[in-house]
């Protein structure tokens, strides 16, 4: 799966939790909770749906280092196999 | 037209979903209300004949008054939609009942028209918008839109509430830190084995404490009503979720002492993304006990919360943050949570409220107990 793929599954998962936001105005180093003002529970059903869309199992223990849309991108490509493009 | 909170004083018939001579069961949907902060469905509570209708819809009217009258089975007619009527959520996927109404009254289709609401759902505010776009093209440079209806009228409720709260009840309030280093290492060994989907937040250990230290002083769940306290069997904890599109709603996890920290978070869950969706349930949102209110997420540290009428508290809870703890002459690292709770003076004493948050404190050392 490419960065673009992984980067459009997180949109998609912030389009049912923050329907109101358009993610793509997010900066990549930006903070995701402070952008979109979420909150803890739709963080967690945020991670609860990418682990749904992309099947990428996110210990709790690593919900610290996915603050910002660049981390969230680094993290799901690094556990997904590359598209071999 | 039924109770749908301290601070409904009228709500508008929308519609009828049922006419004179239909058969009704308990249970059964016969009407949409709106309120100040959503369109509800309203049940029927008894079993019978709807005998007559006698509100319009487009009727605002006063809590209290009839809106119809059923002949209930062997009986005399009843009015219909009793004060303890409870509703269904709204279930239509695209727009709200007022939304269809007007859209159907301004000869609006539906299917042209973006729906502004949590999910896409279309809602009044939205059908106005295209009506008036319909009869004349904008002019002007788009410039910032004021409150939406929705909003304002959320915001008069919440005003409501809050002015009644501050002018009637006579607050208190207590604050005490909490060492959390117990319960967060008890939820990171209660979370390793399950799935992302059943994991438990924080917030949930905190209602299950809440819900055991209102068993200890249980003087702090209940309703001041009549000039005197009625503590309430049941824990109602009320948890205060921000919506989206501005305001707050208050639906209830009922019977929370009967809850396990799994069963809270999934109540918790459910309540928020409902709230959050416009599909509560009246018996959510009008029998709280207390409020629970958790501001962390925001980085606050101490909340001073103001009660929701008529109960007679409201606890707050901070972000968990690390500080200095001296602990048997060792300074350490710990971290930690400020628990507050705003009680009502004429229902209990602050001593009553700091054994509340003793308790609290108390459970909290021991999480595998809760």
């Known amino acids: ?85 | 037209m039924p109770s749908l909170g301290a601070d409904m004083a009228e709500g508008t018939l929308v519609q009828w979903n049922v006419k004179p001579g239909d058969p009704v069961k308990r249970g059964d949907i016969i009407a949409v209300v709106g309120t100040e902060k959503a369109d509800i469905e309203v049940e029927v509570y008894e079993t019978g004949t709807v005998e007559r209708l006698i509100a319009k819809p487009g009727e605002k009217l006063p809590v209290g008054t009839p809106l119809a009258m059923i002949r209930v089975e062997g009986e005399a007619a009843v009015p219909a939609v009793p004060e303890a009527a409870t509703v269904k959520p709204v279930v239509r996927l695209r727009a709200s009942p007022m939304a269809r109404k007007l859209a159907q009254e301004l000869g609006v289709d539906l299917e042209k028209v973006q729906g502004t609401g949590p999910g896409g759902v279309i809602e009044r505010h939205d059908v106005e918008k295209a009506a008036e776009q319909a009869v004349k093209p904008p002019t002007k440079p788009e410039t910032p839109a004021p409150p939406s209806e929705p909003q304002a009228s959320m915001r008069h409720a919440i005003a409501l509430a809050m002015a009644r709260s501050n002018r009637e009840i006579p607050h208190y309030y207590l604050s005490t830190q909490i060492d959390m280093s117990k319960a967060l290492k008890w939820l990171e060994g209660f979370n390793q084995p399950r799935s992302i989907e059943n994991r438990v937040l924080p917030a949930a250990l905190l209602l299950k404490a809440v819900a055991r230290g209102l068993m200890q002083v249980p003087e702090l769940n209940g309703f001041w009503i009549e000039d005197q306290l009625k503590v309430s069997s049941e824990i109602h904890l009320g948890v205060a979720i921000s919506l989206r599109r501005g305001g707050l709603m208050i639906p209830a996890i009922l019977s929370a002492q009967q809850k396990s920290v799994e069963e809270l978070m999934a109540g918790l869950r459910d309540v928020i993304t409902r709230a959050r969706s416009g599909r509560l349930r009246s018996s959510e949102i009008t029998e709280g006990t207390i409020t629970v209110t958790n501001l962390g997420d925001l980085g606050v540290e101490t909340v001073y919360g103001v009660i929701y009428p008529p109960q007679v508290a409201l606890v707050g809870f901070g972000k968990i943050v690390e500080r200095p703890w001296a602990d048997q002459g060792m300074l350490g690292v710990r971290p930690v949570l400020t628990a507050t709770v705003a009680a009502d003076h004429r229902a209990t004493d602050g001593h009553r409220g700091a054994q509340f948050l003793q308790a609290l404190d108390s459970l909290l050392q021991e999480p595998e107990k809760l």
């Open chain 1, 1 to 85: 799966m490419t960065e673009t793929e992984v980067r459009q599954a997180i949109f998609d998962a912030l389009g049912q939790i923050a329907p109101e936001a358009d993610p793509r105005k997010i900066r990549p180093e930006e903070n995701l909770r402070e952008a979109l003002d979420i909150d803890s529970f739709d963080f967690l059903n945020l991670l609860i749906g990418l682990h749904q869309r992309l099947g990428v199992q996110i210990p709790e223990a690593d919900y610290g280092q996915l603050t910002t849309l660049s981390a969230l991108v680094r993290y799901l490509s690094s556990k997904l196999p590359a598209s071999g493009m």
